[in-house]
C-alpha cells in the first residue's frame, strides 16, 4: 500500500460527460501529480500541485482541470468526455515539489468512455 | 515523438535464469534514468535509478547499466523469480532531478518469469 488512494477505481460514462476523479496523498505530502496512461502508452504528465497551488503543467487537454484543496487531496475534473479519453488516470504524491524517487503513485482510476 | 522507448512490450523468462529489460532514448539531455515496477491493479513504484555519472548501479538482484554514447540503458534481475513478474517502465529526465514535466516514460515492458 503507497499511501496514496485514488477513488474510484473504476469509471465508465458517455462521451460528453463529466467526471471528478479524487487523490487523496500520502499523509504529510505537499504535492500532487496527475499522470494519464493510455492503452500501450506510457505515462504521460499532465499537472501537478504543491500546496495547494499549480506547480508545472503537461501535456493536459483544456477539458481537463485540476485542483488541490486546503486539506492537501486534489480533483482531477474531466469535461466533455471523448471515447479517445479512456485511459488509466494515475496521481502520484510526494514530500516536496520534486516528482523523483520520493514519489509514490496510486493504483490508479481506469476510466471507459462509451 | 517518443523520447523513451520500451520496444519489447512482453519478455518470458525462466525462474532462476537472468531477465534483460531494455530501454533506449532520443533526447541527449537526459541524465537520470529511473525504472518502475507496476503489478496490475497497482500503481508503479520506484524501484532502481541511475545516474549518467555512472555506467552501474546495483542494488540486490536489481542492476542497472547506462551506455550513454549508445543511449541505451538495461535493468537486469538476476535471479528472476515469479514475483517478479510485472510491467517495467523506464524513466528519463535532464537533472537537475526535480521536474515532473521533465520526467517522461517508456511504454513498459511485461515481464512474465515462468515457474
Known amino acids: 500500500d503507497s499511501g496514496v488512494t485514488q477513488t474510484p477505481k473504476h469509471l465508465i460514462t458517455a462521451t460528453g460527460q463529466r467526471v471528478t476523479l479524487r487523490c487523496s496523498p500520502r499523509?504529510?505530502?505537499?504535492?500532487v501529480y496527475w499522470y494519464q496512461q493510455s492503452l500501450d502508452q506510457g505515462l504521460q504528465f499532465l499537472i501537478q500541485?504543491?500546496?495547494?497551488?499549480?506547480?508545472a503543467k503537461g501535456n493536459i487537454l483544456e477539458r481537463f482541470s485540476a485542483q488541490q484543496f486546503p486539506d492537501l487531496h486534489s480533483e482531477l475534473n474531466l469535461s466533455s468526455l471523448e471515447l479517445g479519453d479512456s485511459a488509466l488516470y494515475f496521481c502520484?504524491?510526494?514530500?516536496?515539489?520534486?516528482?523523483?524517487?520520493?514519489?509514490?503513485f496510486g493504483q490508479g482510476t481506469r476510466l471507459t468512455v462509451v | 515523438d517518443q523520447q523513451v522507448k520500451q520496444n519489447s512490450p512482453s519478455l518470458s523468462v525462466q525462474e532462476g535464469r537472468i531477465s534483460i529489460l531494455n530501454c533506449d532514448y532520443t533526447?541527449?539531455?537526459?541524465?537520470?534514468f529511473l525504472w518502475y515496477k507496476k503489478y496490475p491493479a497497482e500503481g508503479p513504484t520506484f524501484l532502481i535509478s541511475?545516474?549518467?555519472?555512472?555506467d552501474k548501479n546495483e542494488d540486490g538482484r536489481f542492476t542497472v547499466f547506462l551506455n550513454k554514447s549508445a543511449k541505451h540503458l538495461s535493468l537486469h534481475i538476476v535471479p528472476s523469480q515469479p514475483g517478479d513478474s510485472a510491467v517495467y517502465f523506464c524513466?528519463?529526465?535532464?537533472?537537475?532531478?526535480?521536474?515532473?514535466?521533465?520526467?517522461?516514460f517508456g511504454s513498459g515492458t511485461q515481464l512474465t518469469v515462468l515457474p
Open positions: 502520484a504524491s510526494s514530500p516536496s515539489g520534486q516528482m523523483n524517487t520520493e514519489a509514490f
Open positions: 499523509s504529510g505530502d505537499l504535492s
Open positions: 500541485y504543491y500546496n495547494g497551488e499549480e506547480r
Open positions: 533526447n541527449s539531455m537526459f541524465d537520470y
Open positions: 541511475i545516474s549518467s555519472i555512472k
Open positions: 524513466a528519463a529526465t535532464p537533472l537537475p532531478l526535480g521536474s515532473a514535466r521533465q520526467l517522461t
